[in-house]
């Protein structure tokens, strides 16, 4: 059976022949622009991502500051460390500033 002898809609044949009437470049052009934008909106979400970690880090690092129990300087790379790796990265953080360093 070929596609020309099945009965359909008048606004479907429009579709398809639109659809096989489209130039290879046009289809590969199209993914490509999908792909695209697929990779910045990845990118853009890794980075908000890590900038909300970071603001937390930064908060968790002034409160432990406040308290007095532990004194960690408060700089761009704690704050990513503490942010991405929580109360495990707060913890080596303190080790390796007050015995490793």
């Keep these: 059976m ?9 606004q479907l ?14 289809l590969i052009g199209a993914a490509v ?3 695209i934008i697929f990779v910045v909106i990845k990118i853009f979400s890794l980075s908000f991502w890590l ?5 937390i880090g930064v908060i968790v690092l002034y409160a432990i500051n406040f308290i007095g129990f532990v004194t960690i300087k ?10 991405i790796f929580g109360v495990p ?8 500033l007050n015995y490793l360093k």
Excluded: A
């Design 2 to 10: 070929n596609l020309e002898e099945i009965d359909m809609p008048e």
């Design 13 to 26: 044949q429009e579709v398809r022949e639109t659809l096989l009437g489209l130039d290879p470049q046009v």
């Design 33 to 35: 622009g999908v792909v």
């Design 51 to 55: 900038l909300k970690n970071s603001l």
């Design 74 to 83: 408060i700089t761009f790379i704690h704050c990513v460390i503490v942010g």
């Design 89 to 96: 990265g707060l913890v080596g953080l303190w080790i390796y």
